[in-house]
């Protein structure tokens, strides 16, 4: 599984972007995704997750400002950000789970909100 992950980009306090995540090869095998994101100097963090069926789980302090979804048709899992801070900005990262405990991280989109 290769997963391509774009949309990052320069926004102010308070825009909205919205990442996308493609994967490609073996994507029946996908159970989960999941976006995460790392700041500088930071650990990589867990923002929110989708599974194949559909089922949602975000981190609580992204509840409310950010929504996962996907696509079936076309194979994609988005990350609408809204009210974006400057405390957003980092490397978003989407990761994919196989059925067999596998996973696959894309390269990495970046992030940055200015105030």
């Known amino acids: 599984v290769q997963l391509q992950a774009s949309g990052g980009g ?3 306090a308070g825009g909205s972007l919205r990442l996308s995540c493609v994967p490609s090869g073996s994507i029946f095998s996908i159970r989960t995704v999941g976006w995460y994101r790392q700041a500088p100097g930071k650990q990589r963090e867990l923002v929110a997750t989708i599974t194949r069926g559909g089922i ?3 981190v609580d302090s992204m509840k409310g400002r950010f929504t996962i979804s996907r696509d079936n048709a076309k194979n994609a899992v988005y990350l609408q ?3 974006l801070k400057p ?3 980092a490397v978003y990262y989407c990761k994919a789970g196989d059925y067999r405990g596998f996973e696959y991280w894309g390269q990495g989109t970046q992030v940055t909100v200015s105030s």
């Open 81 to 83: 950000m809204n009210s």
């Open 56 to 58: 949602t789980n975000y």
């Open 10 to 12: 320069l926004v102010q």
């Open 87 to 89: 405390e957003d900005t």
